[in-house]
């Protein structure tokens, strides 16, 4: 699960509007909604904020799984 399918998976669960959301967060609709839907990576932040926003750590998790993905794709290329 990407960082933002985690971002529209937690704000639903939470059973929070997408502006209830944005709102939390200080941002306005539009940007949270780009975030959602994958248009705009996701501020380390927001990242790190979401659990108090929605009560879970699925985006922290999301997050942590791509940066090792990353991780792990850029010492493959070093070492092939």
Do not use: N
């Amino acid at each position: 699960m990407s960082v933002a399918e985690a971002m529209r998976q937690a704000r639903h669960a939470s059973g929070l509007t997408l502006r209830a959301a944005a709102r939390r967060f200080g941002l306005d609709e539009a940007t949270l909604c780009r975030y959602e839907r994958g248009h705009r990576p996701v501020p380390v932040d927001i990242v790190m904020r979401s659990p108090d926003v929605y009560g879970t750590p699925l985006v922290v998790l999301a997050w942590v799984r791509e940066m090792a993905d990353q991780a792990m794709q850029a010492v493959a290329k070093g070492v092939a």
